[in-house]
Structure formats: C-alpha cells, structure tokens
C-alpha cells in the first residue's frame, strides 16, 4: 500500500513539475519570429494607431511608418529618431498584451532624458479595456537626433516573456 | 481524501514554480543612456528619417513661406537605371509635399503620375495603382491632409516593394533624395527671409551623415556614373556645413547657399535623362549661380 502511495505521490510531483515547465516555455516563447509572415496589420499596430488616433482629432499627423518587435522586462529598446525644434510630437506604442505597464522615454542626442508629458491608458489600468497603450509628448527646443526608449517593467500581474511591441508618432 | 491533499501539492507545486520566476521590479528611476545604447539604436528608414513634410511643417511654424512660389513641375527622366529611378521617387515625393502645402491639385496629380511611371519602370507598380488612384481622388476633393499621408505611404511602399524585390539599398537612394530635395526647398525658404528664419529647424547634420554613411555601404554597381557619388559628396558637405556652430549671419548666408545650390545641382542631375554614353555631363557642383529668388516668404512673422 505505501509502495503504491510513493509511486503516486512520485507521478503526481512529475506532472506538477512539467506543467510549470510548459508554463514557462509557453511564457519565453517567440512563437510569431518563426511565422514567415506577420497579420497584417498586428493587433499591436491597431491598438497604437487606435491611440494615435486621438492625437489626430488635435491635428496631429501620423507617420506611415511603424517601429515594431518583441519587449522583453527592464530591458529597453531604443530608437533613433530626428526631431525639430518647436514641433509638437508624440510617440504612441501598445502591445496586444494586457496590462503591461508601458513606459517611453524621450532622449536628447547625449543621451540625456528629455523631460516631456505622459499619457497611460486609464482604463487598462482598470483592466476595462485589452491591450496596453501609453505615450510620450515632447517639443523639442533644438533639431537634431534624439533617441527614444520603450521598456516595461514586470511585477506579479505582467507575464515575464517578451511581449509584442508597437509604436509610431505623430506630430504638428 | 488522498487525491484531495495531492491535488492541492500539484497546486501548490506550479504556483510556487511561477512565482519563483517572476523577478523583483527594476529601478524606475530615469537614467542617462549608455553609449553602447546610443550605439545600439535601432535606425529605420520608415521613422528615422523626417518626412518632407515634417521639415515642412517645422518651417510653417517659424515663418510662412508662398508655397506656390516653390511648386516646381518635375518629369521623371527616362532611363532604365534602378538607382536612378530609386532617387526620382525621392525627389518626386518631396515635390509632392511642396504641391500639398501650396494646395496645388493638378500638381499632386501630377507627381503622381510620374510617380506611378517611376514605379512601373522599377517594376514596383501593381501594389501601387490603388495609391496612385487615392491621390487623383484626394486632389479632386482637396483633402491636404489625407493626400499628405497618401504621399508617405505611396513612398513607403514604394520602399516595401523595394525591400521585397531584394533592393534595399534603393531605399536607401530614396530617402537621400527626399531629403536632399527637401532641403534645396528650405534653404530656399531660410534664404528668402533677412534674418534667415528657419535656419534653426535645419540643422540635422547627423542625418546627413547618416545617410551619407549609408549610401557608401551600397553596393558597388550602384555607384557607377556620377549620380550616387554626388548624393553621397552632396551629404557629406551638407554634414559638414550644418555642423559648424557659425554665428556671424553674412557666413551663415553663405553656408545656407551653398547647401541650396549643391542640393539644387544635385537634384537637376536626378531628373536628367542620361545621355546614351550613360554618362551624365552635368557636375554637381558646377551650378555657378544660386536660383534662391527673393521674396518667396510672404509673411516672415513669426504665428
């Protein structure tokens, strides 16, 4: 009879283990850099120019261009951009995922973090709404190149595996 | 009651496991990037490089320039060579901005038409016909600003289909071209007004550079004749002018003519039907005049 406990109690610790292994692989998969081609348009990219949408009614235009790809937790991407003094500007990203705390920075060509206004999605911080979105304005006082960064940071409630990123700007 | 107690373990077992992998928060303080990180940066074509329209808007902002002062009517030359025709598309696409800002209809329909003789010669045509239809209809209607997004994406998928076609390098070609187009029609803009408003939004030598730098990693056969030599020379110079921290407002004057003139010179010789030596016989840099007309700023207040 014990014999038959430890076989069991053996069985069931396995299946636990593999269960949080296929967890985790399911989690660090990069399932869609496999795909030959991606939905066009993500639903990343919906969701940013969803939200970039809203800067339009206020007479802002949209890049055609977009800046796409996999985020991984406290480890930003960076993009180099080239700005104009005195425009108006804000960069837009969303991710089908939900609920990540998205947070883009604006630097100037040094290096040096620009200060400027933020915007994140309300209601996905309620959880009201799928996705997350977020934005960044800046006006720049002198042209030139400047970088912008995107990360996000992982807490209990994020999952820990890159995530899908979008981003485009807008400016006026 | 032992399958109750050993599902909980089960439970109990994953949970632990995930938690485990769920690292602390990182620091959320705001820190100076690196310069590996600065080194590192993505750069992409589509949102790197400004738009015409962008500088466009930039100098709208600072005076306001007599847009249909500057409308220049282009036909695309007739020449079989891609890298030729990859730098008309940029050229053409930056005229296109200067017809939306005048509110020039028949020129928009213009440019697109040439655009669309471009694309056909590049062999880049069938996913552009909607395009070129969208931008006949937007000028019929007037819509500016959607024919100012219809211009961009018309270049933009001009340089998708490039990349699809294995061509990337005539993107770069493209892009260069635009900007060097766009940038004849500033410093136009700048030289128009005595105190050279605008100079500000024009300083972008790192771009220059950049794409100077770009446009000598393409291929060798690309950069037989004259043409991608001159943009490449026209660059560099342009780098070179815009990155000198002149204040004296007689060389600024001059440094700004300068790059107008190279820009303009450089932009005949892209519109210029080679001649069958495959040859061309204009040099860049031997424009002895500038074409800046003054008074092409009606209003050079500030809004």
Request: hydrophobic content about 40%.
């Amino acid at each position: 009879m014990s014999h038959k406990r430890l076989i069991l109690q053996a069985f069931l610790m396995l299946v636990s283990l593999m269960v949080a292994y296929g967890t985790l692989i399911a989690q660090n998969a990069i399932p869609s850099e496999t795909k030959v081609m991606e939905p066009i348009p993500t639903e990343s990219r919906r969701l940013s120019l969803e939200t970039a949408g809203a800067f339009v009614n206020d007479g802002f235009r949209i890049r055609d261009g977009e800046w796409s790809g996999k985020l991984s937790g406290g480890a930003p991407l960076i993009l180099q951009v080239t700005l104009f003094a005195g425009e108006n500007y804000w960069f837009v990203a969303a991710s089908q995922a939900n609920r990540i705390p998205l947070r883009i920075t604006v630097y100037d060509a040094t290096g040096k973090p620009v200060k400027g206004l933020t915007w994140h999605d309300p209601f996905q911080e309620k959880g009201e709404r799928s996705g997350s979105r977020s934005a960044a304005g800046i006006v720049p006082n002198q042209s030139g190149k400047y970088y912008v960064g995107i990360e996000f940071v992982e807490n209990s409630a994020t999952q820990n595996g890159p995530i899908d990123f979008s981003m485009v700007y807008c400016y006026k | 009651m032992l399958t109750g107690r050993y599902f909980a373990i089960l439970i109990m077992a994953t949970l632990g496991s995930l938690r485990a992998s769920t690292p602390p928060a990182p620091d959320f303080n705001l820190r100076p990037l690196t310069e590996p990180q600065m080194q590192g940066a993505v750069f992409l074509d589509a949102l790197s490089v400004p738009s015409p329209g962008e500088i466009f808007s930039a100098l709208n902002k600072v005076c306001r320039p007599n847009w249909a002062t500057l409308v220049t009517p282009a036909t695309a030359p007739v020449t079989t060579e891609r890298s030729q025709l990859a730098l008309v598309v940029g050229v053409l696409a930056a005229n296109g901005y200067v017809a939306v800002e005048a509110q020039d209809g028949q020129q928009v329909k213009n440019v697109g038409r040439e655009m669309m003789i471009v694309a056909k010669s590049l062999g880049v045509s069938q996913s552009l016909l909607g395009r070129g239809n969208s931008l006949m209809e937007f000028a019929d209607n007037n819509d500016w600003e959607a024919l100012s997004d219809e211009l961009e994406a018309t270049e933009n998928e001009v340089k998708n289909t490039m990349v699809d076609q294995k061509d990337h390098d005539l993107v770069t070609l493209t892009s260069a071209a635009a900007w060097i187009r766009g940038l004849e029609i500033a410093t136009r803009i700048v030289l128009s007004s005595d105190s050279l408003l605008g100079k500000e939004e024009l300083r972008q030598p790192e771009l220059a550079r950049r794409l100077a730098a770009q446009l000598n990693a393409i291929p060798d056969r690309m950069r037989r004749g004259l043409l991608v030599p001159a943009v490449r020379q026209t660059l560099e110079s342009t780098a070179s002018l815009l990155d000198d921290p002149e204040t004296n407002p007689e060389a600024l004057r001059k440094r700004f003519s300068k790059i107008h003139d190279d820009c303009s010179a450089v932009v005949k010789l892209i519109l210029n039907t080679p001649a069958p030596t495959a040859t061309p016989s204009l040099s860049p840099f031997a424009s002895p005049s500038s074409s800046t007309k003054p008074g092409t700023m009606t209003n050079p207040s500030k809004p």
